[in-house]
């Protein structure tokens, strides 16, 4: 069985040209929508070690963070049983999970489940573990994954933007719950946060042994790399951003330094925007960060989202229920609108008041969990 290559190797080349190029998209002006959606998590720009559930291995140089509103990414529960699964998906490759099963759970009967993913570049340990915890003390198992070619999952070169591997991962995880004595395979649901919210879209339009779908704060990754936040992308800065892809493309074949690109910024400065301040309080804390997280998608993949539709067919999700969460604040409730007005019935929109984008990743006091379970229980049947 091949294993994840170790962590202190895998970002090694970097020189920033790619990224400074595409800040000069726009004369000068970053492009927000692009940077932002270039991993809708940030960037780390050094070595990562595999990624662990622990918080104790969070650095104790970094900034406390904004712990306000019940800020817990990190949470655990004594109600619950976490174990490491690792299982393939149609490409080959190993995928790793954490599976949450209720303790009072009866584990000769057939329960509801759900995969779990995390934000887009981001690894499992942040916002997915959290989500799949308070749902398992609802009384589902869950399983939060780490998406192929990011944390501890396999795949080269390190975070390479594959979205048709990203979606083919939700699938898999669904192969493996339907695979558990204690799981019935009839009553399994998809749980996307930010990225991962436009990739279980996708996953459940060619796969209806997934019954029931939700996403909160979701990215639309493939319409943010087109078009920009709000539209904002002209269509010369996309053909821009292509060129410079294709560049690369280039350079990296006659065997020259790999290129990351966008993410949250290391240092706040004046100039910093809302967004990078935003992302920059739960990644770059000791609010969110994780010693994994290595969020920076190669420049040279990254315009593979620009061919990535996942609201097309929406509605032939249909008869399955889908849930859109999103904050009232968020920078991203475009994208769950869109998808809430495309979607056929079923389908139910919950805006949160005072929310932003990254305050859904943890902020127990504000993420709607019983909306979440009380979803789930209707659409995967679980007898009350």
């Known amino acids: 069985m091949k294993t994840a290559p170790d962590m202190t190797t895998r970002l090694t080349r970097r020189s920033g040209r790619g990224h400074h190029a595409l800040m000069q998209l726009a004369g000068g002006a970053t492009v927000i929508g692009l940077l932002a959606a270039a991993g809708c998590a940030p960037v780390e720009r050094g070595s990562a070690a595999p990624s662990s559930s622990s918080s104790t291995q969070q650095s104790a140089s970094l900034a406390e963070g904004d712990r306000s509103r019940g800020a817990d990414n990190f949470y655990t529960s004594d109600r619950v049983t976490v174990e490491k699964v690792t299982f393939s998906n149609q490409y080959q490759m190993n995928v790793t999970g954490n599976l949450f099963v209720p303790n009072n759970m009866d584990r000769s009967t057939k329960n509801a489940a759900m995969v779990v993913g995390h934000p887009m570049g981001a690894v499992k340990e942040q916002s997915a573990n959290l989500y799949a915890a308070k749902l398992a ?102 053909q821009q951003a292509l060129a410079a892809a294709a560049q690369q493309r280039d350079v990296e074949f006659a065997g020259g330094d790999v290129e990351y690109i966008g993410g949250t910024p290391f240092e706040l400065t004046d100039e910093s925007t809302a967004i990078d301040r935003e992302f920059y309080d739960f990644y770059r804390t000791a609010r969110g960060n994780s010693p994994a997280t290595s969020t920076q998608p190669t420049l040279s993949s990254n315009v593979r989202f620009m061919n990535f539709y996942p609201f ?73």
Request: net charge negative; proline share 6%; with cysteine.
């Open 137 to 238: 003390e609802q009384g589902f198992v869950t399983l939060s994954l780490d998406l192929s070619y990011w944390g501890e999952s396999e795949g080269e070169p390190r975070n390479l933007v594959a979205p048709d591997v990203y979606t083919e991962d939700f699938s898999a995880a669904v192969d493996y719950l339907r695979s558990r004595s204690f799981v019935d395979p009839e009553r399994i649901g998809a749980l996307g946060v930010c990225g991962s919210g436009s990739f279980v879209i996708s996953a459940a339009k060619i796969d209806p042994r997934i019954k029931a779908v939700a996403t909160v704060s979701m990215y639309d990754m493939g319409g943010v790399n087109r078009n920009g936040l709000r539209g904002a992308m002209t269509p010369e800065q996309r």
């Open 312 to 384: 097309e067919e929406i509605e032939t999700i249909s008869p399955r229920p889908m849930l859109f969460i999103t904050g009232d604040q968020a920078h991203s409730r475009e994208f769950s609108e869109q998808a809430y007005q495309l979607a056929a019935e079923p389908k139910q929109l919950v805006t949160v008041p005072a929310a932003g984008h990254v305050d859904l990743y943890d902020r127990v006091d504000l993420i709607p969990f019983d909306t979440l379970a009380t979803f789930f229980q209707n659409g995967l049947n679980v007898q009350q």
